[in-house]
């Protein structure tokens, strides 16, 4: 009851017992002149506090009932994957899924009535019959042995009233049982009833306990199950089929022989349930077949709504459970991978995240933040925050495309020391950066520089660039907390996978940065439906955009993500490993899908010295890869080339330029019309 209804009702009862009090004294006060009139006043006085009582009864009753006449429960709930499958239940206090009158099969409200209350349809609330036998009986035994309870009853002792065996409780039930009748149809109570009334494993209502209990909705339902479910409120726990199936069994025969008995059901229709097999699920509640994804969508829906536990929302996610069951394989077969090479690795903070998105809407198809959510919930795919390493590299290339350089560009792949700090307060720092495999190529062409993940090259080609026009580009890019000096060179900034894959993403469908899409759609409890549209902006050109795809297409063929690799099917991306083996990635990209791959210790601290992201977040990408394929074969197996790319013939090998990257001119074969391709 709100605050307005307990100020109307305390304020209502108030005004009446004054006026009568008031009535009543002015009558006394008057009587009081002749005495020939006190048996007037005392018939006065006991039949204003009767009056008094009278209403105040009433009043309270009324304002209990005001709770089963606006019926509004808690309802639980439901997240659903891209194709209508349930994800996960989520609630508050009590699992209630809800249904309308009309969902109920007619067998169901036949059955519950052939139990409970015979006579549902004919009485106002109470079975007067069934109190004079039940009185008759209690008065024999001295107690209250033998209820009388209609469903209506049933229902107030359930929602408004405690369970105690008291005349004023049973008073007081009765009265309320005449309003609800007088204030809603037999149906609007039945609904309401197999709605509320528990059925045990945790189950609220009827529709909850037939999805928990059989995997079914209500129109799937046989007689038997249906037996099942109406003799299980009686004594919830006693009756739960997972716990006690020969009991639940029991009591369902005796509702099938109730409804033969009054001729409700043939004899075939009674042999039949009888002897039916029957198949009880002892699932969990919540059903999560996709935890770390569905905590993503708890927090962006809790930013919507302020009730998201007990609203009754049907939330619609973009992921696909499949990818998310093949996600999370692939990073536990990673896992497992790590263990098998370093035997001192330690599984308390080891850890990894995975994240696949589709490139063209940007939805999240699996998202997927630890190996193990049971023994740690933590999200690492959404909330770490996780240095990027090499795999930062094509964004600074990518850079340098659209600034006019070439792929075939040469860089110089030298070491260089560089000074950082005030050298006059001799606070100056050098810094001599390295490459992993500690030498140096000379000159190098950009492609061969990504493909390598050259150090020395990126840096000396930041450098050129300038390291101002590259955080500003950066910025441009969508990028936040970009570090001003040249540690950006080797992916120096932290990101969640989450939140880099959607970069990534950019790569992949032709230079549109689009913002990643847990939610499709919130149904709320009255069918409203909110759509949700990821935010899409354009950033690379096309064309420059694709001579990036080929450049991490050679970073897969050829290069330090080899063990990427999947035949037939096309395979651009970028290893990663930051300082001292802290962070393994790899950031891989076909046709269709983006999948983000991370591993690394969650204190920060290094991994063994083998764990790098060309092994460790390779092997991983793969398996999903394969696997994939085969559940979904139909994928597209090659990029598509946008206008404006064309291929030539550069230093005897086939390469791909646009008019605002040409072949470098002064090459010993540069493009010429009898070199180009196309």
């Given amino acids: 009851m709100n605050v307005e209804e307990q100020e109307f009702k305390n304020g209502g009862k108030e005004g009446i017992i004054a006026t009568i009090f008031a009535i009543a004294t002015r009558i006394l006060k008057y009587c ?58 989520y609630f508050e206090d009590e699992n209630r899924l809800y249904a309308e009158f009309e969902e ?28 004079f036998r039940a009185t008759l009986k209690n008065i024999k035994s001295m107690k209250f042995s033998e209820g009388a309870s209609t469903l209506t009853q049933q229902l107030i002792k359930n929602t408004l ?44 209502g009827v529709k909850t306990a037939a999805e928990g209990y059989f995997r079914k909705s209500l129109n799937e339902l046989t007689l038997k199950e249906i037996a099942m479910l109406v003799g299980i409120p009686r004594q919830p726990n006693s009756y739960d089929p997972t716990k006690h199936l020969n009991l639940t069994l029991m009591r369902a025969n005796a509702v099938l022989g109730r409804m033969k008995n009054l001729g409700w059901i043939t004899e075939d229709e009674y042999n039949v349930a009888i002897n039916e097999q029957v198949t009880v699920y002892d699932d969990t509640l919540s059903k999560n077949q996709a935890p770390y994804a569905v905590d993503e969508a708890i927090r962006e829906a809790n930013l919507l709504y302020d009730d998201v536990r007990s609203g009754g929302y049907k939330i619609y996610l973009s992921i696909d459970l499949k990818t998310q069951q093949l996600a999370s394989e692939a990073l536990e077969f990673g896992y497992q991978k790590i263990l098998e090479r370093d035997k001192d690795a ?26 193990n959510y049971t023994q740690s919930p933590f999200n690492r795919a959404v909330l770490t925050n996780r240095q990027l390493g090499s795999s930062f ?83 441009k890019m969508g990028f936040k907390n970009v570090p001003h000096d040249l540690s950006i060179s080797l992916g120096s900034l932290g990101m969640s996978p989450l939140e880099y894959s959607k970069f990534y993403g950019m790569f992949a469908n032709g230079g549109t940065l689009i913002e990643p899409r847990m939610i499709q759609k919130i149904v ?30 050679t970073v897969v063929e050829s290069g330090t993500g080899r063990a990427a690799k999947v035949n037939g099917i096309e395979i651009a991306g970028k290893t990663g490993t930051s300082n001292n083996n802290i962070d ?6 076909t046709p269709n899908i983006n999948v983000m791959v991370w591993y690394g210790n969650d204190d920060n601290t290094p991994m063994a010295s083998s764990e790098v992201g060309g092994r460790t977040a390779t092997q991983p990408f793969a398996y999903f890869i394969q696997n994939y394929l085969k559940i979904y074969p139909e994928t597209n197996r090659r990029f598509p080339i946008p206008n404006g790319v064309k291929k030539g013939v550069y230093n005897g090998k086939e390469e791909y330029f646009t008019a605002k990257s040409p072949f470098p001119s002064t090459s010993k074969a540069a493009a010429s019309e009898d070199n180009i391709l196309f």
């Avoid at 105690?164 to 049973?170: D, N």
């Avoid at 609800?180 to 309401?192: A, D, G, N, P, W």
């Avoid at 330690?346 to 589709?358: E, F, K, P, R």
């Fill in 524 to 553: 709320n409890r009255y069918g409203v439906e909110q759509l949700f549209e990821s935010k899409k902006e354009q950033i690379l050109d096309p064309a420059q955009n694709y001579l990036m795809i080929d450049m991490l297409k």
């Fill in 393 to 475: 590299k094509p964004f600074l290339y990518q850079i340098a495309l659209d600034s006019g350089y070439s792929t075939m560009d040469l860089i110089p792949d030298i070491s260089r020391i560089y000074v950082e700090g005030d050298t006059e307060k001799n606070e100056a720092k050098e810094w001599a950066p390295k490459n992993i495999e500690s030498n140096f190529q000379g000159l190098i062409t950009l492609k061969d520089a990504l493909m390598r993940s050259r150090n020395l090259a990126t840096i000396n080609l930041v450098t050129s660039i300038g390291l101002e026009t590259v955080h500003k580009e950066l910025t």
């Fill in 32 to 89: 009081m002149k002749s005495k020939k009139r006190v048996i007037i006043t005392a018939l006065t006085v006991i039949f204003a506090l009767f009056g008094i009582f009278a209403v105040n009864t009433y009043q309270n009753a009324y304002y209990q009932a005001f709770g089963l006449i606006n019926y509004n429960p808690k309802l639980t709930t439901q997240f659903f994957d891209r194709n209508g499958e349930l994800v996960a239940n």
């Fill in 584 to 589: 393994a990635w790899f950031c891989g990209i």
């Fill in 161 to 204: 009233l405690t369970r105690e065996k008291t005349l004023k409780r049973k008073l007081n039930e009765a009265l309320i049982a005449l309003i609800i009748e007088r204030s809603l149809t037999k149906e609007q109570i039945m609904e309401r009833y197999l709605n509320h009334i528990f059925f045990g494993h945790g189950y609220y």
């Fill in 104 to 131: 109920i099969p007619y067998r169901m409200v036949e059955a519950l009535v052939a139990i409970e209350d015979t006579v549902f349809f004919e009485h106002d609330g109470i079975n007067v019959e069934a109190i």
């Fill in 346 to 371: 330690n599984t308390s903070i080891l850890n990894g995240a995975i994240v696949v998105l589709d490139n063209f809407n940007g939805d999240i198809l699996a998202l997927t933040g630890g190996h």
